[in-house]
């Protein structure tokens, strides 16, 4: 006898996909932003790309710990 991992409400997909979508979306449209950012830069000089990568760094490193942060109150939360 298997036994299921998962139980799958009716209603389950339409709802995770209501969550997920947007945040799919939205990250998607930030990779976009940060290419056009490079491809008009390059038609500058190296330098220019240096210092947005340079720029985004600490963004990056805001955005990491964000993440960090949302992660371990969601454990909390779930329980």
Same mark, same amino acid.
């Not at 947007?22 to 976009?32: E, K």
């Not at 008009?40 to 720029?55: E, H, K, P, R, V």
């Not at 960090?68 to 779930?78: D, K, P, R």
């Given at each position: #006898?298997?036994?299921?991992?998962?139980?799958?409400?009716?209603?389950?997909?339409?709802? $995770?996909?209501a &969550?997920?979508l947007? &945040? +799919?979306?939205?990250? $998607? &449209?930030?990779?976009?932003v940060n290419? #056009?950012d490079t491809i #008009?830069?390059?038609?500058?000089?190296? !330098? +220019? %790309?240096?210092? +947005?990568? !340079?720029?985004g760094?600490?963004?990056n490193i805001?955005? %990491? !710990?964000g993440f960090?942060?949302?992660?371990? +109150?969601? =454990?909390? =939360?779930?329980q």
């Open positions: #006898m298997r036994k299921k991992f998962f139980y799958w409400e009716p209603g389950f997909l339409p709802s $995770v996909l &969550i997920s947007p &945040i +799919a979306l939205q990250n $998607v &449209i930030s990779l976009g290419l #056009m #008009m830069l390059g038609q500058l000089n190296d !330098l +220019a %790309i240096t210092a +947005a990568s !340079l720029g760094q600490p963004f805001l955005n %990491i !710990l960090g942060f949302a992660s371990g +109150a969601s =454990v909390l =939360v779930s």
